[in-house]
């Protein structure tokens, strides 16, 4: 049995896609390189550029790699790829089965088709496996902001409303496909994702060190980030922090209130789709208070989670939420908003705040400074919560999914 899988992503093996595909293709080579029986499935993985240097591949993995001839790396691409591109070389090298590892423009039967045959597959058909992270577009359509956008992503819900099986992210990804695009649940399967393998790994006290150094931080900072989307709410933090930093003047509740550290790539221009955070930073009077890192390499981010004195992280809405759970592997005490998909990440082991009122950000925040072992009863269960995600567990329930198609 061949089976075909979009690992466009690969490419960009630091943000969210990219890990997913990039630990998913490795523990999946792991277990057929273990698993003799695995062996009677081949795997084509269907590529913009090639693998990561280094990256091995077992006997029965072949690539593909191709581009369309708008060779830059933008929307334009990323259409001609999906929609057009790929389902062709998916039939040329008569794939039995397709994954697609996001949620993408890729189509397989003919529009319609779905409805003519009441959900079941038709004779001479190529069942397609596709995991959905989100659909942020359907909830938050501001950042359907210019007509090629807006083509891509109805272009997206069909290619998902055709889909034959469903591999959602989170059961609150799983809640907005049937209540938002009324997706059948029978063909809806929840698989939750896991980290990238660096942030489940003990960080060295000279590694430590240098990392502290090179930001010119010492421990005990609040940390915040994992992007400036505005959904993100990094907004919420910056305003919380002013008035804990405030309160604080009057009430001495802390000696003397560390910090806050907030990462990711600052892109003022996306405004008002991205937080001008450096220009709030000024107009509240933080400079002296607030370290703006902007992008900070993958390498880099288990230290700075380890050397933190809590994360917080009041998104207004995830599909899943890796910060959290990279924070949480580090045995960072954590701060995250009840709302989508974190309280399925955070469990018992996370403290939950109201991400619409900035006062109750900083006063959860204030708990964990002031209160010794509170921190460390966090650290404690976020290390425990965080070991009932994996790879090997996700890896393998896609390998069920695909078994009870065959």
Not at 23 to 33: A, G, H, P, V, Y
Not at 262 to 279: C, F, M, R, V, W
């Amino acid at each position: 049995m061949r089976i075909g899988i979009n690992a466009s992503f690969a490419r960009k093996p630091t943000n969210g896609t990219g890990q997913v595909t990039i630990n998913f293709l490795k523990e999946l080579t792991r277990i057929c390189d273990q698993r003799s029986t695995i062996h009677d499935l081949e795997f084509v993985l269907y590529l913009e550029e090639d693998l990561p240097r280094g990256f091995k591949l077992p006997s029965n993995f072949s690539k593909n790699i191709f581009l369309p001839l708008w060779k830059r790396d933008d929307l334009i691409r990323k259409i001609w790829w999906e929609k057009y591109l790929l389902p062709k070389k998916v039939r040329l090298d008569k794939c039995d089965m397709f994954f697609s590892l996001y949620q993408s423009a890729t189509i397989l039967h003919p529009v319609g088709i779905r409805s003519l045959y009441r959900d079941r597959i038709p004779t001479n058909s190529i069942p397609h496996i596709m995991l959905v992270h989100d659909i942020i577009p359907k909830l938050f359509p501001h950042y359907l902001d210019n007509s090629r956008k807006r083509k891509y992503w109805q272009s997206t819900e069909l290619a998902i409303a055709q889909a034959d099986k469903i591999l959602a992210n989170s059961k609150r990804t799983e809640k907005d496909l049937v209540q938002q695009l009324h997706i059948n649940p029978a063909k809806i399967v929840v698989n939750y994702l896991d980290v990238d393998e660096i942030y489940k790994k003990p960080v060295e006290t000279h590694r430590n060190a240098s990392v502290l150094k090179k930001y010119k931080l010492k421990p005990g900072y609040i940390l915040a980030g994992g992007g400036m989307e505005i959904r993100k709410n990094v907004e919420g933090v910056i305003h919380a922090y002013k008035y804990l930093l405030e309160k604080n003047k009057t009430l001495h509740f802390i000696h003397e209130l560390p910090p806050l550290v907030i990462y990711g790539k600052l892109l003022p221009q996306l405004a008002p789709l991205i937080i001008d955070a450096e220009k709030l930073v000024k107009e509240l009077d933080l400079t002296a208070h607030v370290r703006l890192l902007n992008m900070t390499p993958q390498a880099d981010m288990p230290a700075l989670f380890h050397s933190a004195a809590l994360f917080v992280y009041p998104s207004h809405y995830e599909g899943f939420g890796m910060p959290p759970l990279e924070a949480m592997n580090q045995g960072t005490p954590t701060i995250i908003s009840k709302t989508s998909s974190l309280p399925e990440v955070g469990g018992d082991s996370v403290l939950y705040c109201n991400p619409d009122d900035h006062r109750d950000i900083a006063m959860v925040m204030r708990n964990v400074l002031i209160n010794k072992n509170l921190h460390e009863t966090l650290a404690k269960r976020g290390r425990e919560r965080a070991q009932i995600f994996s790879w090997t567990k996700f890896t393998k329930k896609f390998l069920h999914v695909v078994g009870n198609i065959q």
